[in-house]
């Protein structure tokens, strides 16, 4: 999604528009999330430590684990072990 300006904190929009959530409604499937940008996202995992695990209280830390959650009950309900 966007990111957060490391020097007013004012979030920055990237894309101007909203394809996800189109995509999503167009072919019926969920919108798993939207992660914010972060270098050290990339930096995580340059490290081979995931950014859930070096900074799980950030803003792309939740972001990934709350589309990793919603993708396992997405799954968990398609193959009926709810």
């Known amino acids: 999604s966007g990111l957060s300006c490391p020097h007013c904190r004012k979030d920055i929009q990237l894309f101007s528009g909203r394809g996800g959530e189109t995509l999503s409604r167009e072919y019926d499937i969920p919108l798993v999330g939207r992660i914010p940008f972060d ?4 930096e995580a995992g340059d490290q081979g430590t995931p950014i859930v ?13 709350k589309a990793a959650e919603l993708v396992a009950a997405r799954i968990s309900v398609l193959r009926g072990n709810v």
């Open 53 to 65: 695990l070096s900074r799980p209280e950030s803003a792309q830390g939740q972001a990934f684990q």
């Open 39 to 42: 270098p050290a996202v990339g």
